[in-house]
């Protein structure tokens, strides 16, 4: 009974108390979960204004960026109407000649003085008619610039040795062109390879981007090498710019692909190339040898006396030069052919040595001594030399009895007798050698003529190094 009653009593209490936890749970949950969002809002906010300080700072960098942009188009404008004002007063006519191909007429070259100012008027009176032609807003304002780029003193040698003018018509003549026009000239870039070309191909590659030029006109139709210039030039649009001024009829064939506007002004070019190749050869005489001795020198190399200096040129011409005093004979341009001065040269005139020299008894001196370094090939088989004491080539080692590469082996003279003492040396006809023979392995001589040995063929043995092994020719 007790107990029944106790829990009749206890079971209201107990289901009130289940109804009232999961009541205080969801209140807690509720307050955690807001206190999240407001802690999450917190951290929007601050981002919020973070960003939009940001955005401010872009809205300025814009609007600075929009005001600079404004500035530099109108400074564009202004740089744009400042070159349309250079190239509308004062169009540039740019005009590069390469002289060693594009030379003068010969009734011009032959004038002088006259001749030098008539072709200076001629091609300015040319070159503007053309502008008249293509753009007659530009031409009546532009100003000519001309340049002549060449080798000054080998042309010279080129027209005299061709009779198209004498030295002092040739001299008169640039006198003549330079002085017609202050921005007219003709420029003497020496005798090296190529020094015309590269000159000309930077101010082609300079002049061509100035925006006042208005044409260049270009005098090298009949060199290949300027084919790369002129390919940068397409490249980069700029080949519109540039004429080519005729001279020879035949254009070289790389820049004919190019289809460049051409203009032809008559009677101031030669049409025709010179039959000379004595463009950056040497002519003024050497220290010591007199101006009148250059014409004692037109024979037949096949008629030399003894006791004459030098035949010094081939049978194709008959004009001779002259070397270069500062250099030896192994480092002129070209070298003295070794076959003509001492023997005889089977090329002829597809030699590719020089066949046209004044040489001295010095220069024969020291002709044979080369030649000398070089073993007879007979000798060195140890059998009589059938040309004697007028070989060419050597019989004995220069090096002698102490010569080092005998003993590695390496010597070209390989014959019995190529190393003996000099004092028990005897000559081919039984004699010692004679004190020319002597002088003549030493390159010195005593400063009388010398004339040439008797004819010798060389072919088999000049221009071999002695010291060199069998083999490695």
């Known amino acids: 009974m007790v107990r029944g009653c106790v829990l009749r009593f206890l079971l209201p209490q107990i289901s009130i108390y289940t109804k009232f936890v999961p009541r205080e749970r969801l209140v807690e949950e509720q307050s955690s979960l807001f206190r999240l969002t407001l802690t999450d809002n917190q951290t929007l906010r601050l981002r919020v204004d973070e960003l939009e300080r940001e955005l401010s700072v872009w809205k300025l960098a814009f609007k600075a960026a929009e ?7 109108k400074h564009m404008l202004k740089l744009e109407k400042n070159i349309g004002s250079l190239r509308d007063d004062n169009p540039l006519l740019l005009c590069l000649i390469d002289g060693d191909g594009n030379i003068f007429s010969q009734d011009l070259l032959a004038s002088g003085h006259t001749g030098g100012r008539q072709a200076a008027m001629l091609l300015t ?9 293509v753009d007659a807003g530009s031409s009546g304002r532009g100003q000519v610039w001309l340049t002549v780029y060449c080798n000054k003193t080998g042309l010279m040698d080129t027209l005299v040795n061709n009779g198209i003018c004498s030295a002092s018509e040739f001299e008169a003549f640039v006198l003549g062109f330079n002085s017609a026009s202050p921005l007219f000239s003709i420029v003497d870039v020496g005798g090296g390879k190529e020094a015309a070309d590269a000159k000309i191909k930077e101010c082609l590659r300079v002049f061509t981007r100035f925006p ?3 044409r260049v006109f270009f005098g090298g139709g009949h060199d290949n090498g300027y084919t790369s ?9 700029l080949l519109e710019k540039v004429v080519l001024l005729r001279g020879y009829k035949t254009l070289a064939a790389e820049l004919q692909h190019f289809d460049l506007p051409h203009l032809d002004i008559g009677g101031v070019f030669m049409t025709k190339k010179l039959p000379s190749c004595y463009t950056h050869r040497r002519s003024t005489p050497p220290t010591g040898v007199a101006p009148q001795e250059h014409d004692r020198q037109r024979i037949n190399p096949k008629n030399f006396l003894v006791g004459t200096q030098s035949p010094v040129i081939s049978t194709s011409t008959q004009f001779c030069r002259y070397l270069d005093p500062s250099l030896p004979l192994n480092k002129q341009t ?3 052919c070794t076959f003509f001065y001492l023997s005889v040269c089977k090329q002829g005139d597809k030699c590719t040595y020089g066949h046209d020299y004044f040489l001295t008894a010095d220069n024969y001196a020291e002709l044979r001594a080369n030649a000398k370094k070089s073993p007879c090939p007979v000798f060195n088989k140890n059998q009589p030399c059938p040309s004697g004491e007028s070989c060419p080539s050597g019989h004995y080692c220069p090096r002698g009895s102490k010569c080092g590469y005998r003993k590695q082996g390496k010597c070209k003279f390989i014959g019995r007798e190529m190393h003996i003492p000099l004092n028990d040396r005897i000559s081919i006809s039984g ?13 010195q001589t005593d400063g009388t003529p010398t004339p040439p040995l008797s004819p010798v063929d060389l072919s088999n043995f000049i221009g071999i190094s002695p010291f060199v092994p069998q083999g490695t020719r």
């Open 67 to 73: 005001d600079e942009k404004c500035n530099l188009q």
């Open 125 to 133: 009176k040319g070159l503007t008619d053309y502008m008249i032609d």
């Open 212 to 214: 006042q030029t208005s």
């Open 229 to 237: 210039t002129l390919s940068t030039l397409e490249n980069e649009g």
């Open 334 to 336: 070209p070298r003295p």
């Open 431 to 443: 004699r010692p050698p004679s004190r020319a023979q002597s002088s003549n392995v030493s390159g």
